[in-house]
C-alpha cells in the first residue's frame, strides 16, 4: 500500500507536466491519458536532470520548471509523431 501511496503524487505531477504541454500542442488531446503521462514521465526525467546538471541557483527555482515543461513539450510532440506513422504504416499495409 505504501507503494500505491508513493505512485500517485508521481502520477499528478506527470499528468500536470503533460497538460500543460498539452495546452502548447494543436492535436493534443487533455483525454489522452497515456499521451500526457508518458511525455510528462520523459519530460520530467530528461528535464529534471538536466536542470540539476546546469547547477542553476536556488533562487531561479522555476528555470528548472521551465526547462522541465520545454522538454515534456518536445517529448509530446516527439510521441505523437512517432504514434501517427504507427497508425499510418497499419492502416497502408
Do not use: C, H
Not at 4 to 33: E, Q
Not at 45 to 61: A, R, T, Y
Amino acid at each position: 500500500m505504501e507503494i500505491i501511496y508513493a505512485l500517485v503524487p508521481l502520477l499528478g505531477g506527470w499528468l500536470v507536466y503533460g497538460l500543460i504541454a498539452s495546452l502548447f500542442l494543436k492535436r493534443a488531446s487533455s483525454r489522452d491519458y497515456l499521451l500526457l503521462i508518458s511525455s510528462g514521465l520523459v519530460g520530467g526525467l530528461i528535464g529534471g536532470s538536466i536542470g540539476n546538471n546546469m547547477d542553476i541557483p536556488q533562487n531561479l527555482w522555476w528555470m528548472r520548471e521551465v526547462i522541465k515543461i520545454g522538454v515534456t513539450i518536445v517529448a509530446m510532440y516527439t510521441i505523437q509523431i512517432i504514434r501517427l506513422q504507427i497508425y499510418n504504416f497499419r492502416n497502408n499495409t
